[in-house]
């Protein structure tokens, strides 16, 4: 029973030290992404951000067309 009073106190104790430690990225983060400058809010991070986006619409259009190409070839007839 007395581990268990024990228990609140350890768990705090244990992320208290963590979060003292790192500093709150929140308002640099708020001041980038509101920021008025014509972008697009999903390349506003950055290079990394472009380059993400464009890979992940690459992957969209592919395989966009690869379910495209494989419905073509599934309304053709077979032939004998």
Not at 34 to 43: C, K, M, R, S, T
Not at 47 to 61: G, H, K, P
């Amino acid at each position: 029973m007395n581990r268990l009073l024990k228990l609140p106190r350890l768990a705090t104790s244990a992320f208290s030290t963590t979060t003292k430690q790192m500093k709150n990225k929140v308002p640099d983060h708020q001041k980038l992404f509101q920021a008025d400058n014509g972008l697009p809010v999903h390349i506003k991070g950055g290079t990394t951000d472009v380059l993400l986006y464009r890979l992940t619409m690459s992957i969209t259009l592919a395989g966009t067309g690869y379910c495209l190409f494989w419905i073509l070839c599934a309304c053709q007839p077979e032939g004998k």
